[in-house]
């Protein structure tokens, strides 16, 4: 049995809501702000940011049959950027140590639910 989805008119649910995450080293600038430090090496302010996953239907809306994906997206300054897409095994480093993070902050509430 298929899980049903937006697009079966006999579901109920309503799936393909999208909220993004932005990924960050916390500093002095405000967190509501566009410019933030880049997550990867922390020395940089940017206001660049890399999409770098999407979880489907990460979490429930209350009392309700909707639900919402979870677009993550990081904070990268430009030299970090170059370097990911220069340097294959930083990105691979890279990439592992991220994924790390997500599943231990991120995916863990996922599972959670």
Same mark, same amino acid.
């Given at each position: 049995?298929?899980? #049903?989805?937006?697009?079966? #008119?006999?579901?109920?649910?309503?799936? /393909?809501?999208?909220?993004? !995450?932005?990924?960050?080293?916390?500093?002095?600038? #405000? !967190?509501? *702000?566009?410019?933030?430090?880049?997550?990867?090496? *922390?020395?940089?302010?940017?206001?660049?940011?890399?999409?770098?996953?999407?979880?489907?239907? @990460?979490?429930?809306?209350?009392?309700?049959?909707?639900?919402?994906?979870?677009?993550?997206?990081?904070?990268?300054? #430009?030299?970090?950027? !170059?370097?990911? !897409?220069?340097?294959?095994?930083?990105?691979?480093?890279?990439?592992?140590?991220?994924?790390? @993070?997500?599943?231990?902050?991120?995916?863990?509430?996922?599972? /959670?639910?």
């Amino acid at each position: 049995m298929t899980s #049903p989805t937006q697009n079966d #008119p006999s579901s109920n649910e309503i799936h /393909g809501i999208i909220k993004r !995450k932005h990924l960050f080293i916390e500093s002095e600038l #405000p !967190k509501e *702000g566009w410019i933030q430090t880049c997550f990867l090496c *922390g020395t940089d302010a940017t206001s660049h940011l890399l999409d770098y996953t999407t979880i489907k239907d @990460y979490e429930r809306y209350s009392n309700s049959n909707v639900y919402y994906d979870l677009n993550i997206a990081i904070h990268t300054c #430009p030299r970090c950027s !170059k370097k990911l !897409k220069k340097d294959r095994m930083y990105n691979r480093r890279t990439r592992r140590l991220i994924n790390e @993070y997500i599943r231990t902050n991120i995916y863990s509430k996922f599972i /959670g639910r």
